[in-house]
């Protein structure tokens, strides 16, 4: 399993950024797809999740601003990130978590929130 974040960069407070995870085979349309980040000094936390079926989950800190989704056809999954705060900034991760109990991580995507 491959999974390869892209799209961090630097963007103002209140700007957007939209985060990629491409993934190998059809695992996303099968396992729950998550996005973690880990600030610097702080322990990495989930910011969204999706399930194969399309249900999300989000960090009360992200609700209304970030949107979690996926395109099964293309194998990828987005984090749609609005409203964006300094206290976003973060390393952000892709995750794959199987039925089976088992956990892929991709290599994360910088993020940094400042003006």
């Known amino acids: 399993v491959q999974l390869q974040a892209s799209g961090g960069g630097l963007v103002q407070p209140g700007g957007s950024l939209r985060l990629s995870c491409a993934a190998s085979g059809s695992i996303i349309s099968r396992n729950r797809m998550g996005w973690y980040r880990q600030a610097p000094g702080k322990q990495r936390e989930l910011v969204a999740d999706?399930?194969?079926?399309?249900?999300?989950n989000y960090a009360d800190s992200v609700k209304g601003r970030f949107t979690i989704s996926k395109d099964n056809a293309k194998n990828t999954v987005y984090l749609q990130m609005n409203s964006l705060k300094p206290e976003d900034t973060a390393v952000y991760y892709c995750?794959?978590?199987?039925?089976?109990?088992?956990?892929?991580w991709g290599k994360g995507t910088l993020v940094t929130v400042s003006s």
């Open positions: 995750n794959a978590f199987t039925p089976g109990g088992n956990n892929y």
């Open positions: 999706i399930a194969s079926s399309g249900s999300t």
